[in-house]
């Protein structure tokens, strides 16, 4: 029997373009037997699996606007370049009242990922292991050196996308037999190994785990090996890969509420350019 995966890249603000994909999922009543989300797309995944897709909507298109989300204003605020605390505390439990109890409840086959210091690697949770008041999905989006370490039951995290950019080999290893995988990045991307200043960064504030930054070091050739897999997979029809049509000026960090709300609207227009080969993928043999 086939197995059909969801795979999330995270990507900051261009995760608009994933919320955007999983809206028009939702409203076609598509599901898969396993998913997995890394950073941003941890967080969209678990909106997709509560069926909030409003909440993505959202958080995409406005909050991660907020000026003060980034940059100088984020500085003054909490000390660091990404003020996660302010889409988590604010926006996603204040305004939208987010929980993640719904998911714990239904216990649907998902993981998300985070890269424990201690460990020197990504590992995975499922809904049994996360909390209601959206620690460990905090702990999923905390980028090394732009937002603070999220401790969470005993462990120290980061964005999972420090070594599982694209979490194909996880969606394989769960025993997936085809993959749907939405990436945030267009066609034509080129993935750049760490500046000096991030990697100076990197050994002055996790001098005391050398793992994560040797991790960080070779993060652009683990993202084009990931790559590798699904193009090599698509080409067996054994994934899908959607990904940008047009090019959006939205980058990780910054991007204004209309471009925001065109990226998302883009997502759901390019899943609807490929209905017909998205139902056709998911008809499951045998």
């Not at 002055?204 to 090996?225: A, F, G, L, M, T």
């Not at 994934?239 to 204004?256: C, H, Q, W």
């Amino acid at each position: 029997m086939e197995r059909i995966g969801l795979v999330l890249e995270g990507g900051g603000v261009r995760g608009a373009y994933t919320a955007g994909c999983l809206a028009w999922l939702h409203d076609n009543s598509i599901h898969f037997d396993y998913s997995a989300g890394i950073s941003s797309g941890a967080v969209y995944l678990s909106c997709f699996l509560m069926g909030q897709p409003q909440i993505a909507k959202n958080m995409s298109t406005k909050y991660a606007c907020d000026p003060n989300m980034t940059g100088f204003g984020a500085m003054v605020h909490c000390g660091h370049y990404v003020d996660y605390e302010m889409i988590f505390e604010k926006y996603l439990r204040g305004v939208e009242h987010m929980s993640c109890q719904p998911l714990i409840d239904a216990n649907p086959d998902m993981e998300v990922g985070a890269y424990d210091l201690d460990l020197g690697k990504t590992v995975w949770f499922r809904p049994k292991d996360m909390d209601p008041e959206l620690v460990l999905l905090r702990a999923t989006c905390a980028l090394p050196v732009a937002a603070e370490t999220v401790e969470y039951k005993g462990r120290k995290l980061l964005d999972g996308g420090i070594t599982k950019m694209i979490p194909i080999e996880r969606a394989v290893e769960q025993g997936c037999t085809k993959v749907m995988v939405i990436t945030t990045k267009p066609a034509d991307f080129v993935r750049k190994p760490a500046s000096k200043f991030i990697r100076f960064m990197m050994k002055r504030i996790y001098k005391d785990y050398p793992k994560v930054e040797e991790d960080y070091q070779v993060r652009h050739i683990n993202y084009y090996k990931q790559m590798t897999m699904i193009k090599d997979m698509v080409a067996h029809n054994k994934a899908i890969l959607m990904y940008p049509s047009e090019t959006v000026k939205v980058n990780r960090f910054k991007g204004d509420e209309e471009k925001c709300l065109q990226l998302y609207n883009l997502g759901y227009a390019d899943m609807e350019k490929r209905k017909d080969e998205i139902l056709a993928f998911m008809k499951k043999e045998g």
